[in-house]
């Protein structure tokens, strides 16, 4: 905590009232008013603890609660922001500032931007609520009201008096009614945010559960209390006909074999008996070992056997009351031969009575499981002309000769989720078809506004819109809505559920990708999602090598259309409408011409465009197309020019077909130039106009790694503690080598690389081989114990670092390959390089390997990299960047290769002789020519090899190797003993001793060698 914060609280401590500070005091004092009805601690913070009677999210856009102690209830007003979801049954202690609103009301204003200590805790959960009180509505409607304000209460067996008031529809704002009983009448008060609005009235004479209030802000023209019902359930009507009744499945299929499941839930009276009517088409055996009861209120029920038929269930000796429910479940149904919806009619009644209909009895919809390819995708439109990309649309087509029922069916994508199958579920309504032969168009929006949406782009309204009720979307009246049918993935209300198609922007104006540049759209013929009809994909090879998804109807692993999503004003056509080979890339093609709702123009003839030329760094040039080119064509030098002398030295494509990237000589800073471009084509063979576009050099001058990388006499960089901008390709991603923190290494064309570093993940961060810059301070950073003295770019508070991903999807730079005994050396710090060497040791986190020039350090760098899977003798050729953690200073040792991946290490066939084995060059060792003989030998894996040079004598005169067998291995003798002294001219003997590892058996062998010197 800061001193400035601790001395605030400190000072609220003093001024505050002690109820201000934790103090509990009951909500009846805080209740208490003036003689002008305003609370007498207006103003004041208080604490109280209660139960939560109305919980988060039921009233007023979620900001609204009510608590209960054992003295009074009061509603609080939470901040969204820093108040926790509170529900039914939490105790919870509130601090907050007394208020009072228009209407009287007291309320407790939980606010942390007014009232540095307020705040809702949750003590624990579960709590009973406690009993109602139960009011009249002369209480309410009298000043005794205000002894009852936000307390939880009931009113019973009342009736409207005006039941046109009921909302049926919902409401723009807050608005009320009256409640009568046989004495008088109060105001029943209707939360705009609650499903009241929109409801069904209730019928004959009812009760209500809920808070009492006064007049809300935004209801006139009463001044008393009434009864503020937080949901529909909380208005409860009595006799025959009440209760409610739910099935499941909702949704069926002709010609089946089902289970119905129905959900009763009685309501302010007992029921003890309840009917289901079966609908004509379906088919039931009528007998009462296919009825099954289950749950509290069935426990002592029993079928009338004499009224149960193929028509009719009658169940007797229930005890349906609210909080009671029961379930029945009817087996064996036979679902109709047709398509459509059936309403299954629910009648219940009290003792005494006879049954009446409920008022609203559950539907089924019945639709039909289609065979895969009767209706295609014909054709994908994913990004617009429109602002907020609102005029994307799918299009469907009927192949067969008749026309199809649509009803019940789904049209999902993948939104980003990473799921296959998709998510965010749209049913067609009932009633829906496709005619023979017929197209139909599916849009994100019909018409957002004059600007925004399918009709302002095409001319005319879709078939069909994405209409989200929850969400601020607009339901045009031309274009019949698809039902959303799955619940928001996240919870969020405020977040569109309508398919985005991965093109340009989604509804709310922003690029929403989870998983960045691939889509699949699919189409069912049931709510199950197991009859996929017809599903069509693309991915961008920048981020996939390979499909995300693998499943029946998408083809092979690897036949996703691509190079991406299309590109603005184009749209993915069928090449035909009959070709269907559930292979996307085969299937579709690039069109510059959509047609919604008519035959499919596949084909492109549009000339690419140049989108857009911006530099990168002082070395690089990006150059981006409208849309795909041809990939020879992009990279032909010839078809580029730079004015101001600037040479153009290499052209290379992005793996999004659109983006190449020109190395240049240096640009000179913010100097003008103009590149010139002719000869491109696009994938259809149509070539661009020539054009020109200006650009200035890049500002500020870019830093080579070079000039980073340089080194004084301890090891360390001159231009430590110097801002520099560096630009290069990403050779070792983000969260490689430290995950959770963005420690990444940049390479440039010249071959040097260097260590970027931030705390943190970057939100996109790069991938291998993306080009990217960074702009920061040169540390070296040498940790706590001692180690290091590698070389990075990063920031501090002063100069933050700034890291930007300029272009992607560029081939990975390849690994510079050099020996294992050059691994060690300042020069290739942070370059990706490649080695080669038997394993000579493993050490936990390390191995080494050595290809005879010398060993070198293989280390697990924050890894969870699988180093068992080597032994002693294994042939590896390893790919990694080089680290250094020396100890000491000057700073040249202590140098080890760090594999990103498992990938980065291959292990060879062996190649290892059974035993000993040495041999050497057919010639006399002139002692005087400087010309050493070679020797060569080889022996069994990970053995023990000496190799020595003896006299005739036995006198062991020159050590040539010793150490782990490398396998074929090569030594070089220049005739000179241990101590560098030229032998004598005669014959040696060259042997190799070989002592395996496990055993202790071995092998040896020999060869002699001829020393003489030529006579001058």
């Not at 009677?53 to 820093?82: E, H, K, P, R």
């Not at 108040?83 to 209407?103: M, N, Q």
């Not at 409408?577 to 890339?585: L, M, Q």
């Not at 942070?830 to 005879?852: C, E, K, M």
Request: net charge negative.
């Amino acid at each position: 905590m800061n001193v400035i914060r601790t001395l605030l609280l400190a000072f609220l401590a003093i001024a505050l009232p002690a109820s201000a500070i934790g103090e509990v005091i009951p909500i009846s004092v805080v209740n208490e008013d003036d003689a002008d009805g305003f609370p007498v601690l207006w103003g004041e913070t208080v604490t109280v603890r209660g139960v939560v009677t109305v919980g988060t999210g039921l009233l007023a856009s979620n900001t609204d609660v009510y608590i209960q102690d054992d003295t009074g209830g009061i509603n609080v007003l939470q901040q969204i922001a820093a108040s926790p979801v509170v529900a039914e049954g939490d105790s919870v202690r509130v601090t907050g500032v007394v208020s009072s609103a228009s209407g009287k009301r007291t309320y407790i204003r939980v606010d942390t931007t007014a009232e540095p200590l307020a705040r809702i805790e949750v003590l624990n959960s579960g709590n009973p609520l406690p009993d109602p009180v139960v009011v009249t509505p002369r209480d309410l409607a009298s000043a005794s009201g205000e002894d009852y304000e936000g307390i939880y209460a009931v009113v019973r067996g009342v009736t409207l008096p005006y039941p046109t008031q009921w909302p049926d529809e919902p409401c723009d704002q807050d608005q009320a009614t009256y409640i009568a009983d046989s004495d008088t009448m109060c105001r029943l008060w209707f939360d705009s945010d609650t499903d009241l609005c929109g409801s069904a009235p209730p019928i004959n004479t009812f009760d209500v559960k809920g808070v009492v209030i006064p007049r809300p802000r935004t209801v006139t023209s009463w001044r008393g209390h009434g009864m503020l019902p937080p949901a529909r359930s909380y208005v409860l009507s009595r006799g025959s006909g009440s209760g409610t009744a739910e099935v499941d499945p909702d949704w069926v299929y002709s010609h089946q074999i089902v289970e119905l499941a129905f959900d009763f839930t009685g309501e302010a009276e007992t029921l003890t008996r309840v009917s289901i009517a079966i609908p004509d088409g379906w088919s039931f055996s009528g007998d009462a070992v296919d009825v099954v009861l289950e749950g509290d209120a069935f426990a002592g029920a029993h079928v009338v056997d004499d009224s149960t038929t193929a028509d009719l269930v009658t169940v007797a000796g229930c005890a349906l009351i609210d909080g009671s429910p029961g379930e029945l479940t009817l087996e064996s149904v036979g679902t109709p031969s047709g398509v459509g919806s059936w309403l299954f009619e629910v009648a219940t009644a009290v003792a005494g009575s006879d049954l009446e209909a409920v008022q609203v009895s559950p539907e089924i919809g019945v639709g039909f499981l289609a065979d895969p390819g009767v209706v295609l995708i014909n054709e994908v439109y994913a990004y617009g002309n429109d602002s907020q990309d609102r005029s994307e649309f799918i299009e469907l087509v009927n192949m067969t000769a008749s026309a199809i029922n649509l009803s019940g069916w789904i049209l999902t994508d993948m939104d980003g989720s990473g799921f296959c199958g998709g998510v965010n579920l749209w049913a067609f309504p009932p009633g829906s078809t496709i005619g023979p032969g017929e197209y139909i168009s599916i849009a994100k929006d019909a018409r957002r506004s004059s600007s925004q949406g399918f009709y302002p782009v095409f001319g005319f309204y879709p078939d069909y819109e994405l209409y989200d009720p929850d969400y601020l979307d607009i339901d045009n009246a031309n274009s019949v809505n698809l039902e959303v049918v799955s619940p928001p993935p996240d919870g969020n209300m405020a977040t569109s559920r309508e398919i985005r198609l991965l093109g340009g922007r989604d509804g709310n104006g922003t690029s929403v990708v989870r998983v960045p540049s691939y889509e699949a759209v699919f189409l069912y013929s049931d709510a199950s999602l197991t009859s996929l009809v017809d599903a069509m994909e693309y991915r961008d090879p920048v981020f996939w090598d390979e499909d995300a998804c693998d499943m029946e109807g998408l083809g092979g692993p690897d036949d996703a259309w691509i190079p991406g999503p299309p590109p603005k004003h184009y749209s993915l056509s069928r090449y035909t409408d009959s070709h269907d080979t559930d292979s996307s890339r085969d299937d579709f093609v690039l069109s510059s011409e959509p047609t919604p709702g008519a035959v499919n123009v596949p084909d492109d003839s549009l000339p690419p465009e140049i989108d857009l030329v911006s530099t990168a760094g002082s070395w690089y040039l990006l150059v981006e197309f409208t849309e795909p080119v041809d990939p020879e064509d992009a990279v032909d030098l010839g078809n580029y020019e730079i004015n101001a002398r600037l040479e153009i030295l290499d052209a290379v494509l992005s793996r999004d077909g659109r983006t190449v990237l020109l190395s240049t000589d240096t640009q000179e800073a913010s100097t003008a130039y103009t590149l010139s471009v002719s000869g491109v084509a696009d994938l259809a063979g149509n070539p661009m106009d020539p054009a020109e576009e200006s650009f200035s050099g890049h500002f500020p001058e870019s830093t080579p790694i070079s000039e980073i990388q340089a080194y004084d006499e301890l090891g360390l960089s001159p231009l430590v503690a110097q801002p520099v901008e560096i630009v290069g390709f990403t050779t070792v991603p983000p969260g490689i080598y430290q995950p959770g923190r963005t420690s990444m290494f940049v390479q440039d064309q010249d071959g040097w690389g260097v260590n970027v570093y931030q705390s943190g993940l970057m939100a996109s961060p790069p991938l291998e081989g993306d080009l990217t810059m960074a702009s920061g301070l040169v540390v070296e950073y040498i940790s706590t114990s001692g180690a290091g003295a590698t070389t990075e770019v990063t920031g501090n508070d002063l100069y933050p670092i700034a890291i930007t991903v300029v272009a992607r999807g560029f081939d990975p730079l390849e690994p510079i390959v050099v020996a294992t005994g050059d691994v060690g050396d300042e020069d290739i710090e942070g370059v990706l390089v490649q080695a080669t060497g038997v394993v000579i040791n493993l050490s936990g986190f390390a191995f080494y390997i050595d290809d005879g020039t010398n060993s070198i350090q293989v280390y697990q760098n924050f890894t969870d990299l699988d180093f068992s899977v080597f032994a002693v003798g294994d042939n590896v050729t390893v790919t990694g960047a080089v680290l250094q953690y020396d100890q000491t200073a000057p700073y040249f040792a202590g140098y080890e290769l760090a594999p990103r991946y498992q990938s980065d290490m291959v292990k060879l066939d062996d190649d290892y002789s059974t035993s000993a084995r040495i041999q050497t060059e057919a010639k006399v060792l002139d002692t005087g020519a400087d010309e050493p003989i070679t020797i060569q030998y080889n022996a069994t894996k990970a053995s023990n090899v000496v190799v020595r040079i003896f006299d005739l004598k036995g006198r062991a005169i020159a050590t040539l190797f010793d150490g782990i067998c490398l396998g074929p291995q090569e030594s070089l003798w220049d005739g000179r003993d241990d101590n560098g002294l030229t032998v004598a001219s005669g014959v040696y003997v060259c042997h190799i001793q070989v002592r395996e590892r496990d055993s202790g058996g071995g092998s040896d062998s020999a060869v002699p060698i001829v020393v003489g010197r030529k006579l001058k």
